[in-house]
């Protein structure tokens, strides 16, 4: 008997008990939310009560010009807003990370908190910041730029189709900037001495020695930074809705899904909300998350070499 | 022991009327302030830059006229109040009054049963149909709000500038442009105020503002949401040309000039010419230090009618889940009282009573502007009733067209082939 009882691993139930706060948590707030919106887009409000409808409000979304035009723009627009990110978000990060790693940099603190401070504002004050600076009527940015002699170059950059999205774009990699630099920058320092100084032996120096020691050894930092712009650009709401209202102007040409979203769930002036076809919306995007994290995880994180230090 | 018992029960009754005097006195001391506490009304509002003539002349002149009802002005940021009512509606949690903005937003909170029925209340004798319509069902069977007031469109000018440049208040389209070229080619101010970055500006003050001097008011509103005339119809080209004309005569940068920039521009001094809705006047009386005179939409040619947008645009509604409801109906039936049109079109030139009474205002700028309802022939938005109750919204939907016409992105013929396209997509009348 007592041998019997010794051979059967007795259940932990201590794992429960300490996962069961975050478990229950999460799941109220963040699991069970998800999917009552994924439940919401398959009814419509039909006389003030739900109806179920199947896949209506995505045929709606993707079936009517309309809708899917709207869509298909804020997709692109969000596309793009990804892009930039990543071509001068965080190429800039990284090179202020490899600026601050660098030993015979001076003032280190001060840079690094000037460059890290813009990330804790609050987005509306940088758009109210910028929208103040480049306005052609007060900003300083026609001044500075006539002060220079390139006043010919400024535009009311953003009330113009061609130039809006991309300008906010820039205005939002200046207040994000912060982020790949400090982890960038955090994994440069993790790098051993050792591996730098055998680097020099071998007469790898400088400028080759970013590219062919460094570099590599921070991939893996630059796959998650990389990741987190995803996720975080095609959530972004927040800077367009201050910068140029729900209806992203001019003519829809800043409209990205997260305005898209707003003005279809909420409603704007006069049309009303749609919470259905709204939270169809939600669930397009969720997926669009979903696909890109899913190629991210498995098709390169998992081929990036990790080293063993 | 039997002694010793009697004195147990006697105890025990003692101990229970204790615990019933205890209970009674808890229950009284409930109960006392609960009579003497004063009702609270919460009112839910879009109006923030109205808060201090609530606080200050409003709502004292109410209290004053009923003790034991409080208010409490609690208004929300224009562009984000009717997603923020609807929330709290829904969860429960909105104030007891509700002021209404105008046609299908208000009658899709009295269809859902959050507005209640208003059409019996004593105070709405004081409004006529027109007065009503904003607020009514389509047959006009119900009201749910009682109007509070209209605002007019028209162009508020920079008197002194006129004076200097030498130009006087247009009457005629052609005489409006030979005034805007005369200031323009001075070149002291910047003709007119106005940009296209929040894209309501150029429907609004443009589109809605001269238009009905071409659709004829009421007559082409009216045919146009019976089908009759069509949005490509010359009428309603009309406007947009117009429209595209005032590309030149707009400030550098009118692109990403905001509605705060434009109002600015011209409190400065630094533009001539306002395309204005009523409600400027009481920010611009505070803001301006010249002098400031107001014309109404210029006609095609003299002796032409003269139409202006007199819209129905603001009202106040009651909670039907609200917990006060006999306190919000006295407030109702004072909202609609003389004393509060009275006092609410002082407090607020630019925004006129919609009420029968005769109701006298101070204002200069104001009175001018309530003298063409007199002179010319009054009309609402064309775009608010019924015609944006489907998707694509026509009201938006004009906000881009007019702001794409007076930056040249869009020929006038093509914004308005676009709208009426998306107006028969979905409204029967149109296809």
């Not at chain 1, 998800?34 to 006389?47: E, G, I, M, P, V």
């Not at chain 2, 899709?108 to 004593?122: F, M, T, V």
Request: glycine share 8%; hydrophobic share 45%.
């Amino acid at each position: 008997m007592a041998a019997e009882q010794s051979t059967r691993p007795p259940i932990r139930w201590h794992i429960a008990v300490f996962l069961a706060p975050a478990v229950l948590i999460y799941t109220a707030i963040m699991i069970l939310p998800l999917f009552n919106t994924l439940k919401l887009a398959l009814y419509t409000d039909a006389q003030n009560a739900q109806v179920f409808i199947g896949l209506d409000n995505f045929r709606l979304l993707f079936g009517d010009e309309r809708w899917s035009e709207q869509f298909w723009n804020a997709l692109g627009n969000n596309v793009w807003f990804f892009i930039i990110h990543m071509l001068v978000q965080n190429p800039i990060g990284i090179l202020l990370a490899a600026l601050l790693s660098s030993p015979r940099l001076r003032m280190r603190a001060f840079y690094r908190t000037a460059i890290f401070i813009p990330t804790i504002l609050s987005f509306v004050i940088a758009g109210f910041a910028w929208k103040l600076i480049l306005s052609p009527l007060w900003g300083v940015a026609p001044n500075l730029l006539d002060f220079v002699g390139l006043k010919g170059l400024f535009q009311p950059w953003l009330g113009k189709e061609a130039y809006a999205l991309t300008t906010l774009a820039l205005i939002s990699v200046w207040q994000f900037v912060g982020i790949p630099m400090m982890l960038i920058y955090a994994a440069l320092l993790s790098i051993p001495d050792e591996l730098l100084e055998a680097a020099e032996c071998d007469g790898v120096t400088g400028m080759a020695q970013f590219w062919k020691i460094k570099l590599p050894l921070v991939l893996p930092a630059i796959g998650i930074i990389s990741i987190l712009t995803f996720v975080g650009n095609f959530n972004a709401f927040d800077l367009i809705y201050s910068t140029q209202g729900a209806l992203a102007g001019p003519d829809f040409s800043t409209d990205i899904l997260g305005t898209f979203l707003y003005r279809t769930f909420f409603g704007f002036q006069l049309q009303l909300g749609d919470p259905n076809l709204g939270a169809a919306i939600a669930t397009a995007m969720f997926l669009i998350i979903l696909i890109g994290v899913s190629i991210y995880l498995f098709g390169i994180q998992r081929r990036l070499r990790r080293y063993q230090f | 022991m039997q002694a010793g018992a009697l004195e147990a029960n006697r105890e025990k009754t003692m101990t229970k009327r204790v615990k019933r005097a205890l209970l009674a006195a808890t229950m009284l001391g409930f109960a006392g302030p609960a009579m003497a506490q004063d009702v609270t009304l919460t009112i839910e509002s879009w109006r923030n830059d109205d808060l201090t003539i609530w606080q200050e002349t409003l709502i004292p002149a109410f209290e004053a006229k009923n003790p034991g009802i409080k208010l409490r002005f609690n208004p929300t940021a224009p562009t984000e109040y009717n997603a923020a009512l609807n929330s709290k509606l829904e969860a429960g949690s909105a104030g007891d009054l509700i002021t209404c903005r105008p046609f299908d937003a208000s009658l899709s909170l009295y269809e859902k049963g959050y507005l209640a029925p208003l059409q019996d209340l004593e105070g709405m004798k004081n409004f006529g149909d027109v007065a009503k319509s904003g607020w009514s069902t389509d047959d006009g069977s119900v009201t749910f709000c009682v109007p509070m007031a209209s605002v007019i469109h028209g162009f508020i000018y920079n008197a002194d500038a006129f004076a200097e440049v030498g130009v006087e208040p247009p009457k005629t389209v052609d005489a409006f442009f030979a005034a805007l070229d005369k200031i323009k080619e001075d070149g002291t101010y910047i003709p007119m105020a106005m940009g296209t970055n929040d894209q309501w500006e150029a429907a609004t003050m443009g589109y809605q503002n001269i238009g009905p001097t071409y659709w004829h008011g009421e007559e082409g509103r009216l045919a146009l949401i019976k089908g009759q005339q069509k949005l490509t119809d010359d009428q309603w080209v009309e406007p947009f040309r117009q429209l595209a004309r005032w590309k030149d005569y707009l400030g550098d940068g009118y692109e990403a000039q905001t509605y705060p920039d434009s109002q600015n521009l011209f409190t400065l001094g630094r533009a001539a010419i306002y395309p204005a809705g009523s409600w400027e006047i009481s920010v611009f009386n505070e803001q301006a230090d010249f002098k400031m005179g107001a014309f109404a939409p210029p006609v095609p040619k003299e002796g032409d009618t003269c139409y202006i947008s007199d819209h129905v645009d603001i009202a106040m509604g009651m909670n039907a889940k609200g917990p006060n409801q006999e306190a919000a109906k006295t407030f109702l039936n004072w909202v609609g009282s003389e004393e509060f049109a009275t006092l609410y079109a002082n407090a607020l030139p630019g925004f006129f009573s919609l009420s029968n009474h005769e109701v006298k205002m101070e204002d200069p700028l104001a009175q001018e502007f309530v003298s063409w309802r007199t002179k010319c022939k009054s009309t609402i938005r064309s775009t608010y009733q019924i015609l944006s109750r489907g998707t694509p919204n026509l009201e938006n939907e004009t906000w881009n067209a007019s702001a794409n016409v007076i930056k040249g992105t869009e020929t006038p013929e093509a914004a308005a082939e676009r709208l009426q396209k998306g107006l028969a997509s979905w409204y029967d009348p149109q296809k």
